[in-house]
T-cell receptor, first 114, second 115 residues
């Protein structure tokens, strides 16, 4: 079945450091890919998405490129801020034999220190 | 436009008690979902409703029932709560764009403790 693998956390960085959170997927169909962010005590919010190969999703300084050849969708940000501290989820949406399927990764907790 | 709303925000139950978690969306979405989130396990799908009048089991449906009351509302019922159902419950909705569903929109969650 479809699955999403992302790097285990927690990830701790200093303010203004470069961030990469790795995400790879397996899917029988041709999925759309998403990054969601969850701040403490809140629900998940869509951060960015990409719906076809080589698409780059971007939002709030975060970027991720849909790489079909490596089945990856790594999240990057050039300079993190304390306010970026949250849990980040990689996810896919694809069709399988039973219909449409949403799959989430386990989440990566990011802590940014001042 | 409130998006996805959930009630209650917090709930404490005793083992064996029953309760219903309510969810409503005002975005005219066709599909709605119930997830539970446990530490270190990400999100797990309990039930979903692809359209009004249909419901299907997800990854962890045991101990739960759902009702798609109308296009806006999708409720989750625990008939006899167990401590293993202590979790944070999220409702989500999505619509369909082309041949793939668009992203999901999430509610703020219900934090349930079963003693």
């Amino acid at each position: 079945g479809d699955s999403v693998t992302q790097m285990e956390g927690p990830v701790t960085l200093s303010e203004e450091a470069f961030l990469t959170i790795n995400c790879t997927y397996t899917a029988t169909g041709y999925p759309s890919l998403f990054w969601y962010v969850q701040y403490p005590g809140e629900g998940l919010q869509l951060l960015l998405k990409a719906t076809k190969a080589d698409d780059k999703g971007s939002n709030k300084g975060f970027e991720a490129t849909y790489r079909k050849e490596t089945t990856s969708f790594h999240l990057e940000k050039g300079s993190v801020q304390v306010s970026d501290s949250a849990v980040y989820f990689c996810a896919l949406s694809a069709w399988d034999n039973y219909g449409q399927n949403f799959v989430f990764g386990p989440g990566t907790r990011l802590s940014v220190l001042p | 436009n409130a998006g996805v709303t959930q009630t209650p925000k917090f709930q404490v139950l005793k083992t064996g008690q029953s309760m219903t978690l309510q969810c409503a969306q005002d975005m005219n979405h066709n599909s709605m979902y119930w997830y539970r989130q446990d530490p270190g396990m990400g999100l797990r799908l309990i039930y979903y409703s692809a359209s009004e009048g249909t419901t299907d089991k997800g990854e962890v449906p045991n101990g739960y029932n759902v009702s798609r009351l109308n296009k806006r509302e999708f409720s989750l019922r625990l008939e006899s709560a167990a401590p293993s159902q202590t979790s944070v419950y999220f409702c989500a909705s999505s619509t369909r764009q082309g041949s793939l569903y668009n992203e999901q929109f999430f509610g703020p969650g219900t934090r349930l403790t079963v003693l």
